[in-house]
């Protein structure tokens, strides 16, 4: 990866229904060298997908709550089952496996309290966890979807591809 690629990426980021020529211009190149390098970057993985960011007060998901989760159970196999269960909920939008105190973390975006309660009677129907502890956020302060670039490991010069 070298500085055109982080370029190319830092304008996907911004907004990915730029049109190749319009992105190609910015960062100084032709149109077929760049959209040889985004094809690599989303085959290389470093593009996962291209999506629409949805506002969730417009869709009705007015609640997030982040839900720390303690089990007494650490094998694969209620690992796999409890991604599987987790898998199944649309609410939850992000799930981790944590160091710590906690042993799993998820966000829940609800439309109010009592959807989260629904949420939550129908996930301890599903499996055993020894603690749950839910904390509402009050107001979003910041939010991105963007990733910093100033880490990537750059290669000393631009190749074409």
């Not at 049109?19 to 985004?38: D, F, N, Q, Y």
Request: hydrophobic letters at 40%; one cysteine or more.
């Amino acid at each position: 990866m070298d500085r055109l690629d982080k370029k190319i990426l830092r304008l996907l980021q911004e907004d990915a229904t730029l049109a190749v020529a319009e992105i190609a211009k910015r960062v100084g190149l032709s149109t077929t060298p760049c959209w040889r390098r985004i094809q690599k970057l989303e085959e290389e993985g470093v593009i996962r997908r291209r999506v629409a960011v949805v506002d969730p007060a417009k869709v009705n998901l007015r609640v997030t709550v982040f839900v720390s989760i303690r089990t007494n159970s650490h094998s694969n196999e209620w690992l796999k089952r409890f991604s599987e269960v987790v898998g199944d909920f649309p609410e939850v939008v992000e799930f981790y496996r944590m160091s710590g105190d906690v042993d799993y973390l998820l966000r829940v975006v609800v439309p109010d309290i009592a959807a989260y309660d629904a949420f939550y009677k129908r996930l301890i129907a599903r499996i055993e966890i020894r603690d749950v502890s839910s904390s509402f956020a009050m107001e979003q302060i910041k939010y991105t979807t963007e990733m910093p670039l100033d880490y990537i490991q750059l290669e000393k010069e631009p190749k074409e591809v």
